[in-house]
């Protein structure tokens, strides 16, 4: 392992008792590969706690699109406990990688391109920076949509069927399509404002939420006659082959939910006051709070299974089904609330630091984000949240296999190969030891290859029960022989690139990156 470590930092380095390092002021990094946005943050500037990683969660779990995640697998005919016990072990499960890229974030003070550019190379870390802010550009157009449909709803309680009921335009009413750019407009608003406008609005926002959400429960029990009921609905795979068949492609969908944040996570552990902080935070705050959050949704999902006949798992259209004003009033500031606080904070935040990092001297992280709010129109949320199956696997089940692709990549180039040493300086320097060839490191490029096309190559679609295809893929799979590895894309994904790239970089190293350490 010593021959694969990195060489001595050209630059001294400064390291606190607890294992942090900086720069000294007069060697921050400048030029091509530099911008305000991207340079390690001050460790006078690194304070967040415990509590703000918790808190951190609780804003981001508590949406619209974990509710759908969650009550989407009741709709697939899961009872509460398999839907919980499935996200439940998705969350620890995720957690895993989550905390291993986050070390870096803490020590270092680097968001999560410049982090990838140590085992992809100065500018081959654009390809997983891309492929993360794809991701989140998809993600801002769900939630953008979804905002739209609460103000499209309660603007229908309103003005009544004039505005409900009016023409179509590509399958929806024109003015669900005008509430969706109004939805839209209003981020671009906050986002202008910058991204302090938006941590003093999710002070407030996550426990308002969570009150809807506890608020949505009573209410649905009562209609339902009371909690048993929602308990007692029974699941309509059992506990057989038809549940464990649901039950794989289901977890590795789960996990992709969150396999975003688990790439991305320097984005906000570079401003983690010690490691504990951000260890306890997130063991803490995510496994719990999705845990519960899941519960929530599932029981409501099944109680509106018992009141209306059929499982609504989207909860603006059951928020809809209230009959009294001010109920449904309430239910639907708390979706605008919770979609508006997640979207900002989660989706732009990681795409704007990753378009950054293709051109740091023109791309600001402003900049950045309101590309992103762009893109994330140009995806078609719409058809992605038309049903459980494309939101579900489709969507999540997919990019999670790319994603885990990376995670490999992060993982065993960090952990395993340099066992946590970077050259702080040399990650925003042309011909540094993590230049490799031209900017490009070839060995994280063929993992990176090796692991997409055996975590998605055998991506299938299903037939439904009138034998039509449901997704854009075939039925025997994009490489038939891979399909039986498609359920289980995030962990093929991350277990091929982590081993390919560490044979690569292990027994053809490059001779720069592989000089020795100096301690």
Known sequence: MTATAPPPPSTPERTVADGR?????????????????????????????????????????????????????VAFGMDWKQAVLT??????????????????????????????????????????????????????????????????????????????????????????????????????????????????????????????????????????????????QPSKLGWGGDFWKVFFPSLMSMIGFWSTLSLNIPDFTRYAANQKAQLRGQAFGLPTTMTLFALLSVLVTSGSEAVYGEAIWDPVALSAKIDNWAGTLFALVTVLIATLSVNIAANTVSPAFDLSNIAPRKISFRT???????????????????????????????VGGLLGTVAGILIADYWLIRRTELDLEDLYKAGGRYWYDGGWNWRALVAFAVGAV??????????????????????????????????????????????????LTRYVPDSKSAEPVKS
């Open 454 to 503: 055996l975590a998605i190559g055998g991506s299938y679609s299903k037939l439904d029960t009138k034998g039509v295809k449901q997704g854009p893929f075939p039925v025997d799979g994009i490489i038939s022989f891979l399909k039986p590895l498609a359920d289980y894309g995030w962990a093929v994904g991350l277990a091929a690139s982590l081993a390919v790239y560490f044979l």
């Open 368 to 398: 950045g984000a309101l590309i992103t709010a762009g893109l994330g129109v140009a995806i078609f949320p719409w058809k992605l949240l038309a049903s459980p199956e494309a939101y579900i696997f489709t969507w999540l089940g997919t």
């Open 87 to 232: 996200i439940a072990l998705a969350n620890v499960i995720v957690l895993v990688p989550m905390l291993l890229t986050g070390h870096a974030g803490p020590k270092y003070g680097i968001p999560f391109p410049v982090f990838a550019r140590a085992s992809f190379g100065i500018r081959g870390a654009n390809l997983p920076a891309l492929v993360r802010a794809a991701v989140a550009c998809g993600w801002f157009g769900i939630q953008t949509w979804i905002g739209g449909s609460g103000i499209f709803l309660l603007a229908g309680k309103i003005f009544g069927d004039g505005w409900s009921g009016a023409g179509t335009v590509g399958g929806y009413p024109w003015t669900q399509w005008l509430s969706f750019v109004i939805f839209w407009a209003i981020q671009i608003a906050i986002i202008i404002r910058g991204m302090e406008t938006v941590r003093r609005f999710e002070n407030w926002a996550a426990p308002f939420v969570i009150v809807g959400a506890i608020a949505l429960l009573i209410w649905i029990s009562v209609k339902a006659g009371g909690f048993g009921t929602l308990l007692d």
């Open 21 to 73: 390092v900086e720069l000294p002021a007069d060697a921050v990094p400048s030029g091509a590969y530099a911008n305000e946005d991207l340079l390690p943050v001050p460790l006078a500037q690194r304070k967040w706690t415990t509590y703000n990683f918790a808190a951190l969660w609780v804003g981001m779990a508590h949406n619209v699109a974990s509710w759908t995640l969650a009550s989407g697998l």
